[in-house]
């Protein structure tokens, strides 16, 4: 199963809240975030260590029993050749970060796993030109003419290609149009779903243009805040089947994250029973 966490960084507006929550978070994204030279850095620096801590005491609690309240784990980092980090000692477990506007995402999973979040601007025609391939350029026109917007169809399938670069942990040394989008049809004859049932823009698979065993399967979503709308995808080696969304609220107080969670489509609500961020 993948499991997407969620925060905004409105939730931690200056450098004092930003203080009082280092303690949430291990050794090295402490440094990370001290490092960080402007605010909005910094913020989102620190809900990245917390979604991290957030993802791995869930997945240590239903495979060990780890205590809700547990203090924050100590862990540890490896990273690949190009740079993609891991849990050092678990190799079950694999996560990915990625940031943009006000939200900061991490995907778990128990194989790898890419994503990628971005807010939709102006559509970027000269990149389309300059670096999206044929077939590129051809699926986008088959998306718009069947009923989405332009800058949708540009984001959606610029994030598919960002999470196929973090998945593989190439990243841009890959290259935007070494890889090919398969899109799956909805059911009723378009490429993607103008419903948006459960938020979901398309799905389908991704693979290297020269070598078409290395695809992997994606799922992109339809995410908004009070003023933006943003593209999100999602890329796993294994068949997508189940993922499960959820969104850590900071309280007033110290009462515990309230989160708005999906689960295979379904929308519902909960508590997060982990340590809660302070305003």
Known sequence: MIKIYRADIAQVPDEEAVE??????DEMRRRKVTQCRNLGDKRRSLLAGFLIQAGAKDWMREESGLQKESAPLS??????????????????????????GNYVVCAFSDEEIGIDIQMQRKRQGDIVRRFFSRED??????MTNGGMNSDEAF????????????????????????????VSQDGRGGAFLPEREGG????????KREDADSGAYFRSYEERDKENKYSMSVCSYGKIVDIQREEIFIPEGNGPCVLTA???????????AGTALQK
């Open 262 to 272: 999906w689960h295979s489509g379904e929308l519902g609500t909960g508590q997060y």
């Open 137 to 142: 350029k051809e699926l986008l026109e088959k």
């Open 75 to 100: 862990l540890s980092y490896a990273f690949s050749e190009y740079g993609k980090p891991y849990l050092r000692g678990e190799r079950e477990l694999h996560f990915n970060l990625s940031h943009s």
């Open 155 to 182: 984001y959606c399938m610029w994030t598919v290609k960002e999470a196929y670069m973090k998945l593989t942990g190439e990243g841009m040394r890959q290259g935007l149009d070494a890889s090919v989008i398969e």
């Open 200 to 207: 979901i823009l398309g799905r389908g698979r991704i693979s």
């Open 20 to 25: 009082k929550n280092m303690i949430f978070l």
